[in-house]
C-alpha cells in the first residue's frame, strides 16, 4: 500500500485536503479525490487542493515560475476556480515556506492568473478576475422555482434572491433536486440563494457542483455581491462566517480567513494504491 502526505485546511468552513505535488508526477484520478474528501472513509473536505509548479502543467500558457492551483471538486469532477480554496492554498505555501507572504503572490488556475496577499488582521485577499453578469435564468428546487441570474466568476453560478416573505433557513438544499436550464449552463452550475439585509449586505446559502450544499463558497460570494448591485463594497454572511467582497476595480477581491488544520499522511487502499 502506498501512502501521500496531506495537509487539512478551511476558509470559512468550506474545506479541502491539500497536496503538494511540484513536479505535476501524482496521478490523481477521479477515484482519489472521492477517497480523500470521503468524510467516513477517508480524510473528508468539499474539495482537494494540488499544489504543482505552472512550468509542469501541459495546459497551461503563462509564465511557469509560480504555483498552480489544481483544483477539484468531491466527487472527482475538475472545476475552473475556487475562492475560498485559493484563499487556503496560499496560506499553505507560505506555512510550507513556498511563497514569500510578505509580497503579492501570483497564482495560475484554470481560470486564469490570479494574485493573493496576507493581510495584517490574519485575513488573506486574492483577486478573482473579471465577473460576468449573464442572463436571467429560472432555478428549480424542488418544487420551488426563482428567477436567477448566471453570473461567471470563471465558474458557472445561478444566484437567485429570495422573495420578501421566505427565508433561508427553509430551503432544502440538502435532498430536494437543483436544476438551471443546461442550455445556459452545459457544464453544470453551482446555485446561490441569497437575501439582502442592507446596502453591501447579504447572507446567502450556497449548493456547490460537485459537491452539494457547502458551509461557504468564495466564488459564489463574489457572484452573489456582483449579482446584488448597488454596492462596490459588500459583506456576505455564509453558514461557516463572513466574506468581503470588493468590485471596484477591474478584478473583483475577496477577503477573508484561512487556516490549515491538520497535517497527516494517508494510506491509499489497496484498489487506488
Ligand atoms: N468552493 C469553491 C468553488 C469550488 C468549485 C465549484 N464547486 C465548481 O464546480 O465550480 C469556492 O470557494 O469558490
Known amino acids: 500500500m502506498s501512502s501521500i502526505s496531506f495537509a487539512k485546511g478551511h476558509g470559512t468552513r468550506n474545506d479541502f485536503v491539500l497536496l503538494l505535488d511540484p513536479s505535476g508526477e501524482l496521478e490523481l484520478s477521479a477515484a482519489h479525490v472521492r477517497f480523500l474528501c470521503d468524510r467516513r472513509?477517508?480524510?473528508?473536505?468539499?474539495?482537494?487542493?494540488?499544489?504543482?509548479?505552472a512550468e509542469a502543467v501541459p495546459e497551461w500558457d503563462g509564465p511557469g515560475d509560480q504555483w498552480f492551483m489544481d483544483y477539484r471538486n468531491a466527487d472527482g469532477s475538475i472545476a475552473e476556480m475556487c475562492?475560498?480554496?485559493?484563499?487556503?492554498?496560499?496560506?499553505?505555501?507560505?506555512?510550507?515556506?513556498?511563497?514569500?507572504?510578505?509580497?503579492?503572490?501570483?497564482?495560475?488556475?484554470?481560470?486564469?492568473?490570479?494574485?493573493?496577499?496576507?493581510?495584517?488582521?490574519?485575513?488573506?485577499?486574492?483577486?478573482?478576475?473579471?465577473?460576468?453578469l449573464g442572463e436571467q435564468v429560472e432555478v428549480r428546487l424542488g418544487e420551488h422555482s426563482w428567477p436567477?441570474?448566471?453570473?461567471?466568476?470563471?465558474?458557472?453560478?445561478?444566484?437567485?434572491?429570495?422573495?420578501?416573505?421566505?427565508?433561508?433557513?427553509?430551503?432544502?438544499?440538502?435532498?430536494?433536486?437543483?436544476?438551471?436550464?443546461?442550455?445556459?449552463?452545459?457544464?453544470?452550475?453551482?446555485?446561490?440563494?441569497?437575501?439582502?439585509?442592507?446596502?453591501?449586505?447579504?447572507?446567502?446559502?450556497?449548493?456547490?457542483?460537485?459537491?452539494?450544499?457547502?458551509?461557504?463558497?468564495?466564488?459564489?460570494?463574489?457572484?452573489?455581491?456582483?449579482?446584488?448591485?448597488?454596492?462596490?463594497?459588500?459583506?456576505?454572511?455564509?453558514?461557516?462566517?463572513?466574506?468581503?467582497?470588493?468590485l471596484s476595480g477591474d478584478e473583483a477581491v475577496l477577503i477573508g480567513p484561512a487556516v490549515i488544520v491538520a497535517h497527516g499522511v494517508v494510506d491509499w487502499p489497496d484498489e487506488l494504491g
Request: hydrophobic residues 45%.
Open 83 to 132: 475562492g475560498n480554496g485559493l484563499r487556503v492554498f496560499l496560506r499553505y505555501l507560505a506555512e510550507q515556506g513556498l511563497v514569500d507572504s510578505a509580497e503579492r503572490v501570483p497564482v495560475a488556475t484554470r481560470a486564469g492568473a490570479r494574485t493573493g496577499w496576507f493581510l495584517p488582521d490574519g485575513r488573506v485577499a486574492v483577486t478573482m478576475g473579471r465577473v460576468q
Open 148 to 246: 436567477a441570474r448566471a453570473v461567471s466568476v470563471g465558474n458557472p453560478h445561478a444566484v437567485s434572491a429570495l422573495r420578501s416573505d421566505e427565508s433561508l433557513s427553509e430551503l432544502d438544499l440538502q435532498s430536494a433536486p437543483i436544476a438551471a436550464p443546461a442550455e445556459v449552463f452545459p457544464a453544470g452550475a453551482n446555485f446561490e440563494f441569497v437575501v439582502s439585509s442592507g446596502p453591501g449586505e447579504i447572507s446567502m446559502r450556497v449548493h456547490e457542483r460537485g459537491v452539494g450544499e457547502t458551509a461557504s463558497c468564495g466564488t459564489g460570494v463574489v457572484a452573489a455581491a456582483a449579482a446584488a448591485g448597488g454596492s462596490e463594497h459588500c459583506r456576505v454572511r455564509v453558514r461557516g462566517g463572513e466574506l468581503e467582497v470588493d
Open 41 to 53: 472513509a477517508g480524510v473528508g473536505a468539499d474539495g482537494i487542493l494540488r499544489a504543482v509548479r
